[in-house]
Every structure is written in structure tokens, then in C-alpha cells.
């Protein structure tokens, strides 16, 4: 481990951009397989492994639905958000905004409640068992409807209480914000948080429009805006939280190289850019791997990680309370450590 890997190991950090479903590692798959006796079209976990190659979002967006198949009872939820959380506890995250996908499970004939209770049950033995606390996102699917949407917000109703916000996942390309304006603000009339992928695959124009017309609170991806200097200026002026997720963004083809991922550029722009898992099970690492393999191409300093790590905080959905706890907690490390 170099220096910085072990500053990155003990850093307090939290976690906003985690697809649960994108967590079901090749191991827990079989063993829900069998528990549930559901098929999969695989014979072992090393050929689940080296069927994880893919040259876009959608490559990876088939292989992600299908494996969500095995997830059938409010156990198995709640099991696979307990075995994000140990390990999310094991990297030093200390909050995680996890985002979930009912519609790939109500689509299955799984009741929301099922899906919903489940996941609340893991959160809330997560903070029992690490005191890592969390929030969960509801995310609508962009390559259905909004009438589809409408329908999940609607089923989601006994559970706004606890559910701190609504994000827009999915196929980007041809799925333009604009699709869900309606459904967003309805969710922001019930007083639900709002955050969309935007600028993942899909152009500047896309965030443009999750800014302009579903009054997003934080960013989810937002690599392309780079490319629009007049919304990097906007991005950097309001202090928008961007979720980036370096692994993701490789296996994905987003960027060629983590030579030249974007995250330094963006801290030099002064855009508040955290880092984010996204899919670790599918992409290669959890939240701690995320940051070291940035760390490893020798473009982020200690006072860089540092930052990603606060903005990890500041982008949160915590009160301010709960904020300048853990913003105490990254100084106390950083004094110690930096
Ligand atoms: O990275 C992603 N992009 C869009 N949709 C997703 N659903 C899971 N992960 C992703
Ligand atoms: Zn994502």
C-alpha cells in the first residue's frame, strides 16, 4: 500500500451514487439462485466474472437486469444491502444514499413493499451493526414511460416517509430528461429530493435539462459537461454535487483511460465532485478502490482526496448537524493523518 492508499483506507467518507442492485456480487447471485431456484444462464462465478466485458452503458445494462432476477423474497433485500454495507463499513464510509430500481423488480410481479422493506431492514441493521447510516433513492427507469413512473411513485406512497428522494436511471441516449419533467415535479411537490444521471453517455444538453427541468439537487455522472463551458460556469457557481465514479466510467468506455479521467479537471474547475462506486460488483471495486485507482495515476494529492471526501458530505442529503459531524471528523483525520 503507498501512503496515500493508506490515507484513503481510513479517510470518513460517504457514498451517493450506488446502485444496490449493481452490489449482488457473483457469489451472493448463486447463492440466491439457489435458495430461490431460479435459473441462471451460468456455471460458475468465474464465468459470471468474465461475462462483466462491456463497450457501453447498455452492454452492461442487459447483464445488470438479469441478474437482479435471483432477488425474489424481502430477505434476499435485505441481504444484499447488508453485504453492500460491511463492506461499504470496511472502506470507512460512514453514510451511504443507496439508489434502488423497483421497477426491475414490480415488472417481476415483486410488490414494492417487498423491495422497499427489505432494503429499510438492512439499512437499519447496517446502523446498528456500524453505525453507518443511509438514505434510499427511488430511481425511475428512463427507457419506460412516465406513466410508468407515475405508477412507481404512486405505489411508493406508504413509503415517502422514508425515502429521501427520487434519481432517473437507465438507458441515457434517447431518454432525455425532458421525458420526466412532469413526474419530477410531482415528486418535488411531495417534498422528495431530486437527482438524475445526466452527461453519462448522453450530451451537455442532457444536464442542461436535469438542471432546467427536473430542478435536480445533486448530479449523477456529469462527465460530458466539461464539454459546455457556460454550464461548467453554472455547475461551479451554484456548487451542484457531481457523483463520479472512475471504475465505472472504464469499464463502461466512458473515458479510455484513468489517465484521463476527468475528476482532477473538475476539482481544478472548481465543480464539487465526489467519488462513487456505482456499480461495484459489476465494475471492479467498491468506493476505496475508486479512490486509489484515481490516487494511482499521481493526479490527486492528500489535500485532493481530502476534498472529495468533504464534498462527499456537503452533497449529501444529512442536516447541517450531521454534516459538520462528519466534516469535524474528516479535520480530526486530516491533522492526524495528512
Ligand atoms: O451507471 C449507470 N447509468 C445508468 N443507469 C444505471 N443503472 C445502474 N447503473 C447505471
Ligand atoms: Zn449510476
Redesign the pocket.
Known amino acids: 500500500m503507498t501512503d496515500l492508499d493508506t490515507f484513503i483506507a481510513g479517510l470518513p467518507k460517504a457514498e451517493l451514487h450506488l ?1 444496490i ?2 452490489s449482488l456480487e457473483p457469489e451472493q447471485m448463486f447463492a440466491l439462485a439457489r435458495r430461490n431456484r431460479v435459473d441462471i444462464p451460468f456455471g460458475s462465478v468465474e464465468q459470471v466474472r468474465a461475462a462483466y466485458s462491456f463497450s457501453n ?1 447498455q452492454d ?2 442487459d447483464i ?1 437486469y438479469q441478474g437482479a432476477d435471483v432477488l425474489r423474497s424481502q430477505e434476499d433485500f435485505r441481504d444484499l444491502a447488508l453485504a453492500y454495507f460491511d463492506r461499504a463499513a470496511a472502506d470507512n464510509v460512514r453514510h451511504a444514499e443507496i ?1 434502488f ?1 423497483p421497477q426491475t423488480h414490480t415488472d417481476r410481479g415483486i410488490p414494492f413493499g417487498i423491495v422497499a422493506e427489505g432494503l429499510l431492514d438492512g439499512m437499519a441493521e447496517a446502523e446498528a451493526r456500524h453505525g453507518l447510516t443511509s438514505k434510499l433513492i427511488l ?1 425511475f427507469l428512463r427507457h419506460l414511460d412516465e406513466e410508468a413512473a407515475f405508477e412507481t411513485l404512486r405505489q411508493a406512497e406508504p413509503w415517502l416517509d422514508r425515502i429521501a428522494g427520487v434519481g432517473l ?4 441516449l434517447g431518454h432525455p430528461p425532458e421525458k420526466f419533467a412532469r413526474v419530477f415535479a410531482r415528486a418535488g411537490e411531495m417534498g422528495l429530493k431530486r437527482v438524475a ?1 445526466a452527461g ?1 453517455e448522453g450530451p451537455p444538453d442532457y444536464v442542461v435539462q436535469a438542471l432546467d427541468l427536473l430542478a435536480i439537487d445533486r448530479l449523477d ?1 456529469g462527465n460530458r459537461s466539461l464539454e459546455d463551458p457556460a454550464l461548467v460556469r453554472r455547475l461551479a457557481e451554484s456548487g451542484i454535487t457531481l457523483t463520479v ?1 472512475p471504475l ?1 466510467n472504464l469499464k ?1 468506455c466512458v473515458v479510455g483511460d484513468l489517465a484521463d479521467h476527468p475528476i482532477p479537471r473538475m476539482l481544478e474547475l472548481g465543480l464539487a465532485a465526489t467519488i462513487n462506486s ?2 461495484p460488483a459489476y465494475f471492479g471495486g467498491y468506493v476505496n478502490d475508486n479512490y486509489r485507482a484515481l490516487a494511482a495515476q499521481g493526479r490527486l494529492s492528500t489535500v485532493d482526496i481530502a476534498t472529495l471526501a468533504r464534498n462527499s458530505f456537503t452533497g449529501s442529503f444529512l442536516d447541517d448537524a450531521d454534516v459538520a459531524h462528519h466534516l469535524a471528523a474528516i479535520d480530526d483525520y486530516v491533522a492526524e493523518h495528512g
Open positions: 446502485h442492485e449493481g452503458l452492461f445494462l445488470y439508489f430500481d430511481c436511471d437507465s438507458s441515457e444521471h453519462e455522472h465514479c465505472s463502461l456505482d456499480d
